[in-house]
C-alpha cells in the first residue's frame, strides 16, 4: 500500500467515525437524504476517486477504491450506494467514452455536485438486460429515446445518466443492438417517477425513470460507435461487483464487531455470553467468513490495478461477501438476542440492508452462471 491508499483510506475512516456513525441509524430511519454527508464527500474528492488527475480526479486505483467502499459500508450501506453507481458511470466512461466525452464529462463527475446513475434495469429485463426494451433513434444530431427504467438509484439526485438502450431491435445477438448514452437531465421528456418503497437500503432513493422521446445529442453515446453499450456495462459491472463486494465486507464487519463487543458485555447465567461455547463458535465463523472475504476482496481488486482480466475472481468476490454480509447480520442478531430485533442497535438495520448486495450488481443466481462459465471454458475437455 502506498501513502495516497493510507492517507485516503485514513480519511474516509476518520470522516465515518467523527459524522457518519452518529447519526446513520436516526437518519436511514427516518429515510433521509443525508445532503451535509454527501457535500463533504464532495469536498474530500471522492466523487472523483477513481477519475485520472487530468480530469480532476484523485486517480486512487482498485483496492483503494475497495476500501473506501468497505468504510463507507461499515457505516452505512446507503450512504455507500450515492457513491456507487456514480463511481461506476465515471470507470465506464473513463475506459470507454471518447477523448472529447472524457473531456466533457469527468471533470464535472470530479467535483461530485453533478452527480451520475445508471439507468440498466427495467421492469421486465433486470438479470436479462438483453430483453430491454427503451429504444433510441436517431434524428439527425439526435437520438430520441423512448422507454421506462425501473430500480435507478440515485435518480433524483442524479444529473447525468447511463441510459442503456436498443438503438437496432432487429440484430441477433440482440446484445449487437444494445447502445449506451450519457443523458443530461434539463431537456424536456426525461421524468423521474416514483420513489419505489424499500426493505432496507434507505435514505437514498430507489426510482422509475420514464423517457418519452426525450432527445440526447448523438455526441453523448459512449464511445462513438452503437451496438458496444452490453459490452460497456458489462465492463462496467466489474467496478459494480467490486464495491459491492466491498461494502458487503464493511457491513459483515460492522455486525461482528458489534456482536462481538456486546458478547463481553452481556451476562447470563452468571458469566458473559463471550463465554459461552455457542457464542464463541459463532463468532469463530464469522470471523472466519469475513476474513476470507477480506482476501477474496483485495485480491480481485489488486488483479484489476495489475489491469489483468478479473472478471471471474470479482465475481467469486461478490458472491461469497454478499452471503456473508447476509450470514453476519443474522448471527450478530442471534448474539444481540432481542437487542438486535430492536431499533435501538443498529443491527437490525444491517439485517434489513444485507439482502441488497445479494441482488445489486446481478443476482447471486446470475453471477455463479458467470463464475461456471469460466471455469468451464479454463478447464474444458479436449477432444
Ligand atoms: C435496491 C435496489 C437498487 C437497484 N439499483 C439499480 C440501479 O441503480 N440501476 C439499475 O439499472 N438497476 C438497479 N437495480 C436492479 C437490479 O440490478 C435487479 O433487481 C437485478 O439485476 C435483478 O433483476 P430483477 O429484479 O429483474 O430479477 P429477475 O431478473 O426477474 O430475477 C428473479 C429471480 O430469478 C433468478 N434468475 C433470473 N434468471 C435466471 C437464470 N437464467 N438462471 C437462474 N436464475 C435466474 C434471479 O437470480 C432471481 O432470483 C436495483 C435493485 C434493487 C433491489
Known amino acids: 500500500m502506498n501513502s495516497d491508499h493510507d492517507l485516503i483510506v485514513r480519511t474516509v475512516r476518520e470522516f465515518v467515525e467523527r459524522e457518519v456513525l452518529p447519526v446513520a441509524s436516526d437518519m436511514e430511519r427516518h429515510d433521509t437524504y443525508p445532503e451535509a454527508l454527501v457535500a463533504t464527500m464532495g469536498r474530500l474528492g471522492l466523487f472523483g476517486l477513481n477519475i485520472p488527475e487530468q480530469y480532476g480526479g484523485a486517480d486512487a486505483g482498485y483496492t483503494t477504491f475497495a476500501a473506501v467502499f468497505e468504510e463507507l459500508a461499515r457505516a452505512w450501506l446507503g450512504l455507500s450506494g450515492i457513491l456507487a453507481t456514480h463511481l461506476v458511470l465515471c470507470d465506464i466512461l473513463k475506459s470507454f467514452g471518447t477523448s472529447e466525452q472524457r473531456q466533457r464529462f469527468l471533470p464535472v463527475l470530479a467535483q461530485g455536485e453533478t452527480r451520475g446513475a445508471l439507468c440498466l434495469s427495467e421492469a421486465e429485463a433486470g438479470s436479462d438486460l438483453q430483453s430491454l426494451r427503451t429504444t433510441a433513434t436517431r434524428e439527425g444530431d439526435v437520438y430520441r429515446i423512448n422507454g421506462s427504467k425501473m430500480w435507478i438509484t440515485n435518480a433524483r439526485h442524479a444529473q447525468m445518466f447511463l441510459v442503456l438502450t436498443k438503438t437496432d431491435t432487429s440484430v441477433k445477438p440482440p446484445h449487437r443492438g444494445i447502445s449506451a448514452f450519457v443523458a443530461e437531465k434539463g431537456q424536456p421528456g426525461l421524468t423521474v417517477g416514483r420513489d419505489i418503497p424499500k426493505l432496507g437500503y434507505r435514505g437514498l432513493e430507489t426510482c422509475e425513470v420514464h423517457f418519452d422521446n426525450f432527445a440526447v445529442p448523438a455526441a453523448n453515446l459512449i464511445g462513438g460507435v452503437e451496438g458496444q453499450g452490453f459490452a460497456q456495462v458489462m465492463t462496467g459491472f466489474e467496478a459494480e461487483r467490486l464495491n459491492l463486494a466491498a461494502r458487503a465486507l464493511g457491513l459483515a464487519r460492522a455486525a461482528f464487531e458489534d456482536a462481538i463487543a456486546y458478547a463481553q458485555q452481556r451476562v447470563t447465567f452468571g458469566k458473559p455470553i463471550a463465554e459461552h461455547q455457542a457464542i464463541q463458535l459463532k463468532l469463530a465463523d464469522m470471523a472466519t467468513r469475513i476474513e476470507a472475504t477480506r482476501?477474496?476482496?483485495?485480491?480481485?481488486?489488486?488483479?484489476?490495478?495489475?489491469?489483468?482480466?478479473?472478471?471471474?475472481?470479482?465475481?467469486?468476490?461478490?458472491v461469497f461477501a454478499s452471503e456473508t454480509a447476509v450470514e453476519a447480520s443474522l448471527e450478530a442478531m442471534k448474539i444481540l438476542g432481542g437487542n438486535g430485533y430492536s431499533k435501538d442497535f443498529p443491527i437490525e438495520r444491517y439485517y434489513r440492508d444485507a439482502p441488497l448486495t445479494l441482488i445489486g450488481g446481478g443476482t447471486g443466481e446470475i453471477v455463479r452462471l458467470l463464475i461456471a462459465r469460466r471455469l468451464l471454458t479454463k478447464y474444458a475437455r479436449s477432444g
Do not use: Q
Open 295 to 318: 482476501l477474496l476482496t483485495y485480491s480481485a481488486a489488486e488483479k484489476k490495478d495489475r489491469g489483468e482480466r478479473c472478471d471471474l475472481e470479482v465475481a467469486m468476490a461478490k
